[in-house]
T-cell receptor, first 111, second 116 residues
Framework: KQEVTQIPAALSVPEGENLVLNCSFTDSAIYNLQWFRQDPGKGLTSLLLIQSSQREQTSGRLNASLDKSSGRSTLYIAASQPGDSATYLCAVLTGANNLFFGTGTRLTVIP | GAGVSQSPSNKVTEKGKDVELRCDPISGHTALYWYRQRLGQGLEFLIYFQGNSAPDKSGLPSDRFSAERTGESVSTLTIQRTQQEDSAVYLC??????????????FGPGTRLLVL
């Protein structure tokens, strides 16, 4: 069974710092990997989707990389802002339409 | 256009009662997913609908859980004889089409279920 792990579980940084969130998965047979943010009381917001044939995707201050063979992905956030404070989840899509989520990294950006 | 909506936003029920949760996907989205997130845990896949195909029920934790979808619109998730372990946030997501590797799922705000 696919297992997705995110490290660290929580991260606190001062405003303006660059940071990296890590995601690892045990089965490299994936169709894509998606990064989400989850705000308290709200649903999930899709940030970036990387297809299995791709190595990275960028959107604004966010850059996500994928190394499928080693089962790893990173989400890089540049020049962090207090509004970036949220829980970040990665999820991999495998066969039979299963989307496996990690437990998330809770990010706090201190003004 | 509106995003995925879910109702109720919060539900408190007594153990043993049945509950029904509703999801309104984005108009035109053929695929619909239900997930649940228990406190401190990651999201668990429950069930998947794609158009008129038979749903993928492989994630349903017990026969007390069932879901229906009318065409490509509203879906309801029903939990019978609720147990305290069913307390969780139930999330619904929809996507435009299931083209493997290319779909982006759009999530609703969730229904917070508390079973006393």
């Amino acid at each position: 069974k696919q297992e997705v792990t995110q490290i660290p579980a929580a991260l606190s940084v001062p405003e303006g710092e660059n940071l990296v969130l890590n995601c690892s998965f045990t089965d490299s047979a994936i169709y894509n990997l998606q990064w989400f943010r989850q705000d308290p009381g709200k649903g999930l917001t899709s940030l970036l989707l990387i297809q299995s044939s791709q190595r990275e995707q960028t959107s604004g201050r966010l850059n996500a990389s994928l190394d499928k063979s080693s089962g790893r992905s990173t989400l890089y956030i540049a020049a962090s802002q207090p509004g970036d404070s949220a829980t970040y989840l990665c999820a991999v899509l495998t066969g039979a339409n299963n989307l496996f989520f990690g437990t998330g990294t809770r990010l706090t950006v201190i003004p | 256009g509106a995003g995925v909506s879910q109702s109720p936003s919060n539900k408190v029920t007594e153990k043993g009662k049945d509950v029904e949760l509703r999801c309104d996907p984005i108009s035109g989205h053929t695929a619909l997913y239900w997930y649940r997130q228990r406190l401190g845990q990651g999201l668990e896949f429950l069930i998947y609908f794609q158009g008129n195909s038979a749903p993928d029920k492989s994630g349903l934790p017990s026969d007390r859980f069932s879901a229906e979808r009318t065409g490509e619109s509203v879906s309801t998730l029903t939990i019978q004889r609720t147990q305290q372990e069913d307390s969780a946030v139930y999330l619904c997501a929809s996507s435009l089409a299931f083209i493997r590797g290319q779909e982006t799922q759009y999530f609703g705000p969730g229904t917070r279920l508390l079973v006393l």
